[in-house]
């Protein structure tokens, strides 16, 4: 598998820099709609150790930031008690793109075009290591969990469905 060349510059990647983050780059094949089985079987990986970068938002039309395990799905109804909100939902593809900044396939809660609140599955914390979105299609980045609430404050949640 050839790597792709600069792989490592994209606004994730330096806003995991200038934090102080210690990562590890994980270039795949993109398969369109592949989803996180496809990276996680290229990679050898479990599923549920890659984790998926979902932009959804509240009823007031809010954006917001929902962080699961690639092999489970989000509760919005969960999801919206746990964070005050009447309802959730996906955004539509071109809205998640306008507050991220990253194509669907591509997105990272780090370095986003919007500050947006960012929420992430509890049980994702309890993983030794966990592969998400570095910022672009086809491109993982390994870190410790513990990056998600004390580098970039995301709340931690239970909103779980197993898939």
Not at 124 to 133: K, S
């Amino acid at each position: 598998m050839k790597k792709p060349a600069h792989v490592s510059e994209t606004p994730a990647t330096q806003w995991l820099r200038h934090a102080g983050v210690s990562f590890s780059e994980h270039p795949y094949d993109y398969v369109e709609h592949g989803g996180t089985a496809e990276s996680a079987r290229q990679l050898g990986v479990s599923e549920h150790q890659v984790v998926k970068t979902l932009v959804m938002q509240d009823d007031k039309a809010q954006p917001l930031i929902v962080l699961m395990h690639g092999d489970c799905q989000v509760s919005t109804k969960n999801l919206a008690r746990a964070i005050g909100a009447k309802a959730v939902e996906p955004c539509k593809p071109e809205v998640a793109q306008r507050h991220s900044g990253y194509l669907i396939g591509g997105t990272s809660p780090f370095g986003t075009r919007k500050v947006m609140p960012v929420y992430v599955e509890a049980t994702v914390l309890a993983l030794p290591r966990i592969l998400i979105n570095g910022g672009r299609r086809g491109y993982l980045v390994s870190l410790l969990p513990a990056v998600l609430t004390e580098a970039l404050g995301a709340r931690p949640v239970n909103c779980a469905l197993a898939a």
